[in-house]
């Protein structure tokens, strides 16, 4: 542990995606704080060895619940079952998303659709239905995840950066809407983060010259480097920062 946020000791955090990639580190590091953890994905397999992993560093111990984000009812009621059964939430990351690489000219409506669903219709709803309970608590901080990909103009994926974009506009709206009630409102936008996917994926060694020369850092950009982030934006040690957009990239953008 690098830093001890005393403030997120007990807090009740809901983690979307969290099974795996910079999720899963999310996960580990709000444990590691001592908080009342609980998290989504689809993913059951790594969700249940992330817990085994944290359970074996003495960490709490986070609560995995099967959710498919694409559907909004099934999302809401695990919310609301969380709210009426433990308390109010006080910190919301919206973290789940699926950066497929997909050509123009193969995209369909449905396609599309799916896509912004997966990465962003979501970040609407969790932020609706944590609401009320947070104002009802006093406050919260609800922190969503973009992503540097439509700032630097990446090409592939334009349903992807497309919706990520709309990350910043949603967060802003929310900031200013929720701000009156002390709920706070950031984004957290990673770089290229090495998560196993994305090493499987796409990292390879012309990929990997072509990051070093970018970034201002020279090594690669670590998902435990995305969860320190995240942990600074949800403790009240950021109580003044709402409404902005923290980029965390080693210098690529």
């Given amino acids: 542990m690098k830093v001890k946020y005393f403030d997120l000791e007990n807090k009740r955090v809901f983690i979307t995606g969290g099974g ?5 580190s999310i996960v580990e590091h709000f444990c590691e704080q001592g908080s009342e953890v609980y998290f989504i994905d689809i993913n059951e397999v790594e969700s249940k060895k992330l817990i085994q992993d944290i359970k074996n560093k003495n960490y709490s111990i986070p609560s995995f619940i099967n959710c498919d984000l ?3 009812k099934h999302l809401q009621k695990t919310i609301a079952d969380i709210i009426n059964q433990k308390g109010p939430i006080n910190i919301l990351i919206n973290n789940a998303a699926n950066d497929t690489r997909h050509n123009i000219d193969d995209v369909t409506e449905e396609y599309w659709n799916e896509r912004i669903n997966v990465n962003l219709r979501h970040f609407f709803f969790t ?9 009802e608590n006093g406050g919260g901080s609800i922190i969503n995840m ?8 990446q090409g592939g994926m334009a ?7 709309g990350v910043v506009g ?7 809407d929720l701000g009156q009630f002390n709920i706070r409102v950031n984004s957290v936008v990673p770089g290229w983060v090495m998560t196993q ?7 390879n060694d012309e990929s990997e010259k ?3 020369k970018r970034q201002c850092l020279k090594e690669k950009l670590m998902p435990a480097e995305i969860a320190q982030a995240v942990l600074f934006f949800s403790s009240d040690q950021s109580s003044g920062c709402t409404n902005q957009s923290y980029i965390v990239d080693k210098g690529w953008f």
Avoid: C, H, P
């Fill in 20 to 24: 795996s990639g910079i999720g899963a």
């Fill in 70 to 72: 694409l559907n909004i």
């Fill in 127 to 135: 932020v609706q239905s944590v609401k009320k309970s947070m104002i």
């Fill in 146 to 153: 973009g992503s540097t990909s439509w700032m630097v103009g």
């Fill in 159 to 165: 349903a992807y950066t497309a919706a990520k974009s």
């Fill in 170 to 176: 949603l967060s802003r709206s929310f900031a200013r």
């Fill in 197 to 203: 996917r994305q090493i499987d994926l796409w990292l």
């Fill in 210 to 212: 072509e990051l070093m």
